[in-house]
């Protein structure tokens, strides 16, 4: 299946008939509440201009505000925005978040603009989306936006509305209202969740070897997290590829050399290994944290991990999910697995809304008791239904979501 949306739709509709949902909160959810589909304009540094296509996808709301991220990138369609949306309406009943699922973004090379041309554009969606509101609908960060864009966006918002508003915008820095925590929140909660599942399958973490796919954010938070607490990180790879040591990677002493701007492939001394073999290797705990489609019908059969946590968005599509349940290697989904950025999104708001701003411990304690949550509630369906733990999760979201489009009296 090709089209992002279509695929998504197929989920929607597999989880629906495994769980018995109701078929009009089904029709329901098979298309966005809202989309809007706008042009943002640029006059380019060096005096060209630009007319780009943007778009913002109210999901569905029955929970709470439509809330998530915006996409600055070059090849984004609508397709993919209304897959997104639908995906975060799932991340957010699943984790308990009372929030319902919105996405938008710019088609644009971001990488190609300057800080002012960036400036420029995020002011822009924000004037051209004309947001309606932190009760309505929240922009928060994705790929090719972050801190910058998300303070020029808020303060643009501000601007309109000459009121101090910090729940309007998410991603922010701690400067202008946003949450300790954030940028290590998604690392953090995959490292939750890795905890409950190897308990589950019998996986003794502290030796336990491990291979992460994606040294950015989240794979090399993940990936020291696992290394402090004794587990044998013996592979990681970025876009260049993989390096592996068997004996365990200093992942510290890596992590400095990637943020200092190194290329894993560059680095001497150390035994290289393909993306596509990293992700083959014989090992107890298999982390993709790249990009999605990287697990599929060519190569699941060969996966040897004894668990599969997915980091990235969409990394097992849905013919190599059905070849590793056949292989009994347990799948934890991106949608329970790195929903701890969403959920510390939700931490954001709270102290934006009541302008009382917690510290480290409290935001990590209060993560760990509601990601693990949305783990318990999907490994029980599992376990009663006899599912897999990706439908058993879009089972629990959407029993969520469908009791409060019935209590509404939408269906
Ligand atoms: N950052 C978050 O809070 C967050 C939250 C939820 C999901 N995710 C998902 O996690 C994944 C990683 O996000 P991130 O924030 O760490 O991004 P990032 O840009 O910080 O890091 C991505 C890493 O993947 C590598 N990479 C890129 N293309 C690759 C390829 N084709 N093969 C192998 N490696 C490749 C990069 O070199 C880099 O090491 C994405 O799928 C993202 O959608 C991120």
């Not at 998530?68 to 997104?84: I, M, Q, Y």
């Amino acid at each position: 299946m090709d089209n992002v949306f279509e695929s998504a739709l197929d989920a929607l509709h597999k989880a629906g008939k495994k769980g018995n949902i109701n078929p009009r909160v089904l029709k329901l959810l098979s298309r966005p509440k809202r989309v809007s589909d706008f042009a943002v304009t640029l006059k380019r540094d060096n005096g060209d201009f630009e007319v780009y296509d943007a778009y913002r996808v109210a999901y569905n709301d029955a929970l709470g505000p439509t809330r998530d991220g915006t996409r600055f990138v070059p090849n984004l369609s609508l397709d993919e925005v209304k897959a997104l949306g639908l995906f975060m309406t799932i991340k957010h009943a699943v984790s308990g978040v009372p929030a319902g699922g919105g996405k938008g973004g710019i088609k644009v090379d971001a990488s190609k603009l300057s800080d002012r041309e960036l400036e420029s554009i995020s002011r822009s969606f924000i004037r051209n989306l004309k947001p309606k509101g932190p009760g309505v609908d929240v922009p928060g960060a994705d790929i090719g936006t972050g801190y910058k864009t998300q303070s020029w966006m808020l303060d643009e918002y501000e601007q309109i509305t000459g009121v101090h508003c910090p729940q309007a915008i998410n991603d922010k820095p701690a400067a202008v209202g946003g949450t300790v925590g954030s940028a290590e929140a998604t690392g953090l909660g995959i490292f939750y969740i890795t905890q409950e599942a190897a308990r589950d399958h019998e996986i003794e973490l502290d030796g336990a070897e491990v291979v992460v796919q994606g040294f950015g954010q989240v794979g090399a938070t993940i990936a020291n997290y696992l290394h402090e607490i004794g587990s044998k990180v013996i592979a990681v790879s970025d876009i260049s590829g993989g390096i592996i040591d068997r004996d365990g990677l200093d992942i510290p002493e890596l992590a400095k050399k990637v943020e200092a701007g190194a290329l894993l492939k560059d680095l001497e001394g150390y035994e290289q290994v393909s993306n596509e073999e990293l992700l083959e290797l014989d090992c107890d705990l298999l982390i993709p944290a790249a990009v999605q489609n990287v697990i599929n019908k060519n190569n699941a059969d060969d996966i040897k991990a004894d668990l599969v946590v997915e980091g990235a968005n969409g990394p097992t599509t849905p013919e190599a999910d059905e070849i590793l349940k056949e292989k009994g290697i347990p799948v934890i989904p991106d949608v329970v697995a790195n929903a701890g950025g969403a959920i510390v999104c939700h931490y954001e708001r709270i102290q934006g809304i009541t302008d009382d701003y917690w510290d480290i411990e409290e935001v990590e304690k209060r993560l760990k008791k509601q990601i693990t949550g949305a783990y318990s509630a999907s490994y029980d369906v599992s376990q009663e239904l006899d599912l897999s733990m990706r439908h058993s999760a879009w089972v629990v979201a959407l029993k969520r979501v469908s009791k409060a489009v019935e209590m509404r009296g939408w269906v």
